[in-house]
């Protein structure tokens, strides 16, 4: 695969994204067809100019002025609504100038457009690669008293930096937090955090991922051997993240690893002495899988020295005020909004809501309101703008602690929540057309005002 021409081939001709190149003074040095296109010039009425003059609502030049990348800004040009992201482009740590690319969103196919949005909200930076912590206890947010008794338990272990810590909750409620919060916490800080998703790693190459090996460990070895995560991780954290994922014949070698502290690399005999302390995290029931002998007990005894039980965020929906306060203040910083409010009715649903993703899924559905608000160009986050993805979206949803924790509600109101869905669902569709939606719902139009009525849903 010739990978140049890949690439000239997306940014010159690909005709669903606009892109140019300016250099550090704004001066256009490159423009895709696409650009040239939207902006209904020929290209020797754009190369050398100044793209202040062109587009003046880019924020181009502000990505130069601050070396920072815009990204995800609402923009249009001669009505065509668009996505732009300006990119600084460095050349020995110095501004050469700017790249900057836009997505049309004439898309207004509701299903693309969520693409686009989620698209733009996974592009976080991956902060594993410098083992690295990101997080420290003053990210964990939260007023709950209970909440607040186990961030102090969580704290007070940090201290006790040789003491194994298990983690246990369901998916999005922040054991990771916890988990990094906890290494900051410690005399461990200097060193090393290192990850270790079980679940993700493939059953075969998880031997020489947590262990490592010599060289001439088998074919394609790579030259002077490779050391594993828990060596890499020495005199700092190892969260093993996902630990229920993890093969038994992976269990008993870990469990030798925590008896002995030493571990040998494939394919060599020489024990190498390593200091690390095991955090370890599942949403799994470890408990019940001990039992169906899919988890070693000896395993789950060493692990379970501290438990840390990080509760779902619908036993402690108090904290969803602070939460969303917290995050419309991170997302407005991250990708350059100013989306300051949010609407009672809008929290009104928020606070109904039973969150089965949890922090993470509040997170979500925040960011995404915020992108669509913008796009409307509102400061004020509407119930318009919040979307609440159904629950098998949620790739790390477990459907064992589902059965366990769910909360248990009666048939009718289970009935009344779903009913409320679908209207709201088939209004939004609609863009709230009423009589289209009683004929898309198939019952006659009163009921359709009196079931708005009840469920609070006028839009
Ligand atoms: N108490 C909290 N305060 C602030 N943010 C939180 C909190 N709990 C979770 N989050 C957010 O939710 C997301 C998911 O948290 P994470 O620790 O990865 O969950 P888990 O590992 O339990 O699936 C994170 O991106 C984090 O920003
Ligand atoms: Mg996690």
Redo the contacts with the bound molecule.
Sequence with gaps: MNIERVITDIIEKNPHIAAIIVDRDGIIRFINDTYLKALQLPIDEVIGQDIRKITPYSRTMKAIETGRPHLAYNWSIHGRQGVACSVPLFENDEIIGAFAYSIFLDIWDQKLRNQVLNGIISNKEPYQEGFKTRYSFD????KDPG?VNLKCVAQNIAYHDNVTVLIT??????????AQAIHEGSNRRAFPFVRVNCASIPHNLMESELFGYEEGAYTGARRGGKAGKLELAHNGTVFL?EIGELPLSMQSKLLIFLQERELERLGSNRPIRVNVRIIA?T?RNLEKMMHEDKFREDLYYRLNVIRIE?PPLRLRKG?IPL?VQ??MANINQKLCLSIEQISDQAMELLMQHSWPG???EL?NVIERGMILADLEDMSVLMPRHLSFSPVQDSP?WDEEAEDDSREIKDLKTLVSEFEKKVILQVLRDTKGDKIQAAKYLNINLSSLYRKTKKYNLDI
């Design positions: 990210s964990l947010i939260g909440f909750g369901e998916s999005g409620t922040g054991k990771e937090l916890f993240d995290a949403n990080v904290d939460l917290h995050f949890n922090v993470r997170e790390q």
